[in-house]
Protein backbone atom coordinates (compact mmCIF):
# COMPACT_ATOMS: atom_id res chain seq x y z
CA UNK A 1 0.00 0.00 0.00
CA UNK A 2 1.56 3.01 -1.05
CA UNK A 3 0.96 6.20 1.76
CA UNK A 4 1.19 9.11 -0.68
CA UNK A 5 1.53 12.63 1.06
CA UNK A 6 -0.34 15.46 -0.48
CA UNK A 7 1.16 19.02 -1.09
CA UNK A 8 -1.43 21.49 -2.06
CA UNK A 9 -0.37 24.50 -3.53
CA UNK A 10 -2.16 27.51 -3.68
CA UNK A 11 -0.33 31.06 -4.37
CA UNK A 12 2.80 29.41 -4.13
CA UNK A 13 2.23 28.02 -0.41
CA UNK A 14 1.46 24.58 1.00
CA UNK A 15 -2.10 24.31 2.34
CA UNK A 16 -5.13 22.20 3.01
CA UNK A 17 -8.65 23.02 1.70
CA UNK A 18 -11.72 21.89 3.64
CA UNK A 19 -14.30 19.92 1.37
CA UNK A 20 -12.17 21.75 -1.76
CA UNK A 21 -13.37 25.49 -0.79
CA UNK A 22 -10.47 27.52 -1.75
CA UNK A 23 -11.96 30.43 1.21
CA UNK A 24 -11.56 27.90 3.35
CA UNK A 25 -7.68 27.17 3.18
CA UNK A 26 -4.97 26.39 6.25
CA UNK A 27 -1.50 27.27 5.42
CA UNK A 28 0.80 24.55 6.42
CA UNK A 29 4.43 26.09 5.03
CA UNK A 30 5.68 29.15 2.82
CA UNK A 31 8.37 26.35 1.61
CA UNK A 32 6.62 23.75 -0.53
CA UNK A 33 10.05 22.08 -1.53
CA UNK A 34 11.00 21.93 2.26
CA UNK A 35 7.79 19.68 2.99
CA UNK A 36 8.37 17.64 0.04
CA UNK A 37 12.05 17.21 2.04
CA UNK A 38 10.24 16.38 5.09
CA UNK A 39 8.03 13.91 3.66
CA UNK A 40 10.78 11.79 1.54
CA UNK A 41 13.18 12.03 4.78
CA UNK A 42 10.26 10.21 6.81
CA UNK A 43 10.05 7.31 3.92
CA UNK A 44 7.35 8.58 1.56
CA UNK A 45 7.55 6.56 -2.11
CA UNK A 46 5.66 8.74 -3.83
CA UNK A 47 4.30 12.57 -3.52
CA UNK A 48 0.96 14.19 -4.43
CA UNK A 49 0.81 17.77 -5.74
CA UNK A 50 -2.17 19.97 -6.62
CA UNK A 51 -2.16 23.32 -8.36
CA UNK A 52 -5.11 24.27 -6.55
CA UNK A 53 -5.08 27.88 -8.76
CA UNK A 54 -4.50 25.90 -11.76
CA UNK A 55 -7.63 23.82 -11.24
CA UNK A 56 -9.68 26.95 -10.48
CA UNK A 57 -8.43 28.84 -13.52
CA UNK A 58 -7.80 26.01 -16.06
CA UNK A 59 -4.38 26.35 -16.26
CA UNK A 60 -1.07 25.95 -14.14
CA UNK A 61 -0.33 28.44 -11.53
CA UNK A 62 2.26 27.49 -9.27
CA UNK A 63 4.77 26.01 -12.01
CA UNK A 64 7.36 28.00 -9.83
CA UNK A 65 6.66 25.95 -6.41
CA UNK A 66 6.63 22.34 -8.51
CA UNK A 67 9.62 22.65 -9.75
CA UNK A 68 11.35 23.93 -6.62
CA UNK A 69 9.76 20.54 -5.27
CA UNK A 70 11.36 18.39 -8.52
CA UNK A 71 14.47 20.34 -7.89
CA UNK A 72 14.09 19.08 -4.51
CA UNK A 73 13.22 15.62 -4.47
CA UNK A 74 12.36 14.43 -7.95
CA UNK A 75 15.21 12.57 -8.41
CA UNK A 76 14.22 10.45 -5.51
CA UNK A 77 10.93 9.12 -5.63
CA UNK A 78 8.24 9.69 -8.19
CA UNK A 79 6.04 13.02 -8.29
CA UNK A 80 1.99 13.10 -9.26
CA UNK A 81 0.60 16.39 -10.31
CA UNK A 82 -2.75 17.43 -11.23
CA UNK A 83 -4.97 20.57 -11.74
CA UNK A 84 -4.98 22.94 -14.50
CA UNK A 85 -3.72 20.17 -16.87
CA UNK A 86 -6.06 20.69 -20.01
CA UNK A 87 -3.92 20.27 -22.99
CA UNK A 88 -0.91 17.97 -24.34
CA UNK A 89 1.62 20.36 -24.26
CA UNK A 90 1.44 21.10 -20.74
CA UNK A 91 1.44 17.41 -19.92
CA UNK A 92 4.83 17.23 -22.30
CA UNK A 93 6.23 20.23 -20.30
CA UNK A 94 5.06 19.00 -16.70
CA UNK A 95 6.91 15.33 -17.79
CA UNK A 96 10.12 17.16 -19.36
CA UNK A 97 10.10 19.26 -15.98
CA UNK A 98 10.66 15.69 -14.39
CA UNK A 99 6.99 14.81 -12.77
CA UNK A 100 6.39 11.23 -12.79
CA UNK A 101 2.65 11.11 -13.43
CA UNK A 102 0.03 14.01 -14.30
CA UNK A 103 -3.88 13.68 -13.29
CA UNK A 104 -6.41 14.61 -15.28
CA UNK A 105 -9.98 14.89 -13.76
CA UNK A 106 -11.75 18.03 -15.03
CA UNK A 107 -10.26 18.44 -18.38
CA UNK A 108 -10.90 14.12 -18.42
CA UNK A 109 -14.54 14.68 -17.76
CA UNK A 110 -15.71 17.85 -20.13
CA UNK A 111 -13.14 16.75 -22.89
CA UNK A 112 -12.96 12.89 -22.76
CA UNK A 113 -11.04 12.76 -26.86
CA UNK A 114 -8.26 14.80 -24.80
CA UNK A 115 -8.07 12.34 -22.40
CA UNK A 116 -7.75 9.31 -24.84
CA UNK A 117 -5.07 11.60 -26.65
CA UNK A 118 -3.21 12.30 -23.36
CA UNK A 119 -3.23 8.48 -22.70
CA UNK A 120 -2.18 7.22 -26.58
CA UNK A 121 1.01 10.20 -26.55
CA UNK A 122 2.18 9.57 -23.15
CA UNK A 123 1.53 6.12 -22.05
CA UNK A 124 2.47 5.17 -18.83
CA UNK A 125 1.95 8.42 -17.16
CA UNK A 126 -1.24 9.78 -16.98
CA UNK A 127 -3.59 9.18 -14.43
CA UNK A 128 -7.34 10.20 -13.80
CA UNK A 129 -8.77 12.10 -10.77
CA UNK A 130 -12.15 11.44 -10.29
CA UNK A 131 -13.93 13.53 -7.49
CA UNK A 132 -17.12 12.41 -6.45
CA UNK A 133 -19.96 12.76 -3.86
CA UNK A 134 -23.17 10.27 -3.80
CA UNK A 135 -21.50 8.71 -6.70
CA UNK A 136 -21.23 11.87 -8.54
CA UNK A 137 -18.79 13.35 -10.29
CA UNK A 138 -17.65 17.12 -9.68
CA UNK A 139 -15.47 18.73 -11.74
CA UNK A 140 -13.73 22.50 -11.60
CA UNK A 141 -12.51 22.62 -8.30
CA UNK A 142 -14.69 20.85 -7.25
CA UNK A 143 -17.42 23.56 -7.63
CA UNK A 144 -19.81 21.82 -10.26
CA UNK A 145 -21.29 18.37 -9.89
CA UNK A 146 -22.53 16.58 -13.07
CA UNK A 147 -24.65 13.97 -13.50
CA UNK A 148 -21.91 11.80 -13.97
CA UNK A 149 -21.63 8.32 -12.94
CA UNK A 150 -18.15 7.45 -11.21
CA UNK A 151 -18.30 3.47 -12.44
CA UNK A 152 -19.11 4.52 -15.84
CA UNK A 153 -16.49 6.96 -16.34
CA UNK A 154 -13.85 5.19 -14.49
CA UNK A 155 -14.86 2.08 -16.86
CA UNK A 156 -14.49 3.92 -19.74
CA UNK A 157 -11.57 6.17 -18.83
CA UNK A 158 -9.71 2.67 -18.00
CA UNK A 159 -10.42 1.80 -21.55
CA UNK A 160 -8.54 4.56 -23.18
CA UNK A 161 -5.47 3.35 -21.19
CA UNK A 162 -4.77 5.45 -18.09
CA UNK A 163 -2.69 4.07 -15.78
CA UNK A 164 -4.62 4.59 -12.82
CA UNK A 165 -7.45 6.41 -10.83
CA UNK A 166 -7.68 8.45 -8.10
CA UNK A 167 -11.17 8.49 -6.00
CA UNK A 168 -11.69 11.62 -3.97
CA UNK A 169 -14.84 11.53 -1.76
CA UNK A 170 -15.39 15.47 -1.91
CA UNK A 171 -17.82 14.92 1.09
CA UNK A 172 -14.90 13.67 2.96
CA UNK A 173 -11.95 15.70 1.73
CA UNK A 174 -10.46 17.68 4.67
CA UNK A 175 -13.11 16.53 7.02
CA UNK A 176 -11.02 14.05 8.42
CA UNK A 177 -14.25 11.89 9.13
CA UNK A 178 -12.72 8.46 7.65
CA UNK A 179 -11.74 7.07 4.37
CA UNK A 180 -15.25 6.18 2.13
CA UNK A 181 -13.76 2.48 2.08
CA UNK A 182 -16.88 0.87 0.34
CA UNK A 183 -17.18 3.43 -1.90
CA UNK A 184 -13.41 2.71 -2.98
CA UNK A 185 -13.75 -0.59 -3.13
CA UNK A 186 -16.58 -0.76 -5.06
CA UNK A 187 -14.63 1.26 -7.68
CA UNK A 188 -11.95 -0.85 -7.52
CA UNK A 189 -13.48 -3.90 -7.96
CA UNK A 190 -15.18 -2.85 -11.50
CA UNK A 191 -11.25 -1.65 -12.85
CA UNK A 192 -8.51 -3.63 -13.93
CA UNK A 193 -6.31 -0.55 -12.78
CA UNK A 194 -5.12 0.46 -9.36
CA UNK A 195 -7.21 2.51 -7.88
CA UNK A 196 -5.75 5.15 -4.88
CA UNK A 197 -8.21 6.51 -1.92
CA UNK A 198 -8.17 10.04 -1.15
CA UNK A 199 -10.25 11.86 1.23
CA UNK A 200 -10.98 11.53 4.72
CA UNK A 201 -7.85 9.69 6.05
CA UNK A 202 -7.81 10.66 9.48
CA UNK A 203 -6.32 8.00 11.83
CA UNK A 204 -3.86 4.51 11.51
CA UNK A 205 -7.32 2.55 11.67
CA UNK A 206 -8.36 4.30 8.14
CA UNK A 207 -4.53 3.34 6.67
CA UNK A 208 -5.47 -0.78 8.22
CA UNK A 209 -9.08 -0.55 6.57
CA UNK A 210 -7.70 -0.03 3.23
CA UNK A 211 -4.69 -2.43 3.36
CA UNK A 212 -7.50 -4.68 4.15
CA UNK A 213 -8.96 -4.45 0.61
CA UNK A 214 -5.42 -4.00 -0.91
CA UNK A 215 -5.71 -7.22 -2.96
CA UNK A 216 -9.28 -5.62 -4.55
CA UNK A 217 -6.84 -3.13 -6.43
CA UNK A 218 -6.68 -0.53 -4.20
CA UNK A 219 -3.00 -0.18 -4.59
CA UNK A 220 -2.47 3.36 -2.80
CA UNK A 221 -3.77 5.78 -0.18
CA UNK A 222 -2.99 10.07 -0.22
CA UNK A 223 -2.82 11.65 2.57
CA UNK A 224 -3.24 15.32 3.79
CA UNK A 225 -4.91 17.28 6.51
CA UNK A 226 -4.47 14.32 9.04
CA UNK A 227 -0.63 14.60 8.54
CA UNK A 228 -0.62 18.63 8.65
CA UNK A 229 -2.43 18.89 11.78
CA UNK A 230 -0.82 15.66 13.29
CA UNK A 231 -3.71 13.44 14.03
CA UNK A 232 -1.89 10.90 11.97
CA UNK A 233 1.95 10.10 12.40
CA UNK A 234 3.36 8.77 9.17
CA UNK A 235 6.45 6.83 10.35
CA UNK A 236 3.67 5.17 12.21
CA UNK A 237 1.24 4.46 9.35
CA UNK A 238 4.01 3.56 6.69
CA UNK A 239 5.75 0.86 9.39
CA UNK A 240 1.91 -0.39 9.87
CA UNK A 241 0.87 -0.62 6.22
CA UNK A 242 4.50 -2.27 5.43
CA UNK A 243 3.45 -5.17 8.66
CA UNK A 244 0.20 -5.75 7.25
CA UNK A 245 2.10 -6.57 3.33
CA UNK A 246 4.56 -8.91 4.82
CA UNK A 247 3.59 -12.29 4.21
CA UNK A 248 2.55 -14.54 6.63
CA UNK A 249 5.38 -16.81 8.08
CA UNK A 250 3.45 -19.72 8.06
CA UNK A 251 2.86 -19.73 4.76
CA UNK A 252 5.07 -21.94 2.79
CA UNK A 253 5.07 -19.67 -0.45
Not at 14 to 41: I, K, N, Y
Not at 156 to 168: H, L, M, P, Q, R
Not at 169 to 177: A, Q
Request: glycine share 12%.
Amino acid sequence: MLLIPAIDLKDGRCVRLRQGDMDDATVFSEDPAAVARHWVDQGARRLHLVDLNGAVAGKPKNEAAVKAIVAEVGDEIPIQLGGGIRDLDTIERYLDDGIGYVIIGTAAVKNPGFLHDACGAFIGHVIVGLDARDGKVATDGWSKLTGHDVLDLARKFEDYGCEAVIYTDIGRDGMMTGVNVDATVRLARELRIPVFASGGVASLQDIERLCAIEAEGVEGVILGRALYEGQLDFRTALARADALQEPDEADPA
